[in-house]
């Protein structure tokens, strides 16, 4: 498959959605910015330290909503109650905190829409018509609406998302095992399997999952990082693996 910039001997192609389909990874990460520096003001009045960018790369993207709160918070010394998941948005609790959050994304979701990346639509596009196998791969509970808001349901042939995950009991990212569950839904071995992500615990899951290939996508200026965590390559558009241009 080197016409698509992969090894001969991948036969599935496993993609985040926030970040590599779809333009949300901004959204995600401004919303998560508006959430926690509303907890931080009030919890932390004079002594306020804001939500920054490297919090968001290295504690939240890419982890379950729940996960990369409880992550977030255990860096600044912060312990909560989990509660539960139906809690309201208002509750101080991590449930809470985390639903905060996922109403400010539908909120800005239902304002300004969903876009997709082109390159990366083509790209799949191109790599089902070479025979391979295709599934999506997020931590976000609106994975199915999203994906129907840029009508590319069609475009997988397995999806693990929060909502299968939950059903499922599977751990999230950096954890491989969404991952390697697609890679079973599809019937193909991890080892012949290639990984596409944006995110850093991305990264992480791709490489302990074993997995055939990585493939960083840098939207934000982080290859080295990417590198880091794993990549076999990174790139800033999936068109540049090849394919139709």
């Not at 932390?44 to 920054?52: I, S």
């Not at 960018?53 to 312990?79: C, K, M, N, Q």
């Not at 139906?86 to 959050?101: F, Q």
Request: charged share 30%; aromatic share 6%; net charge negative.
């Amino acid at each position: 498959m080197t016409e698509l910039g992969l090894p001969e001997d991948i036969q599935a192609c496993l993609f985040d959605l926030d970040g590599v389909v779809t333009r949300t990874a901004v959204v995600h990460a401004a919303a998560w910015k508006e959430m926690f520096d509303a907890f931080l003001r009030e919890r932390e009045g004079a002594h306020f330290r804001p939500f920054g960018d490297s919090d968001y790369d290295e504690y939240v993207d890419g982890r379950p909503r729940a996960d990369g709160v409880r992550t977030f918070l255990a860096s600044r010394g912060i312990d909560l109650p989990d509660g539960t998941a139906d809690d309201p948005p208002d509750a101080p609790t991590v449930h809470g905190l985390g639903n905060r959050k996922n109403d400010l994304v539908l909120e800005r979701i239902r304002t300004d829409g969903v876009e997709a990346y082109d390159g990366t639509l083509r790209y799949i596009a191109d790599v089902r018509a070479k025979g391979l196998r295709t599934a999506i791969v997020s931590s976000s509970a609106n994975c199915r609406d999203v994906l129907r808001a840029i009508d590319a349901e069609d475009l997988f042939d397995v999806r693990i998302d929060g909502v299968v995950a939950a059903e499922r009991k599977l751990p999230g990212k950096p954890r491989p095992d969404t991952f390697l569950t697609a890679a079973r839904d599809l019937g193909v071995e991890a080892a012949r399997c290639a990984v596409f992500e944006d995110a850093l615990a991305g990264m992480d899951a791709g490489r302990s999952g074993h997995f055939g290939y990585v493939v960083g996508v840098d939207r934000v200026g982080q290859t080295d990082a990417l590198y880091a965590h794993g990549a076999d390559v990174v790139v800033k558009d999936l068109a540049e693996l090849g394919g139709t241009q």
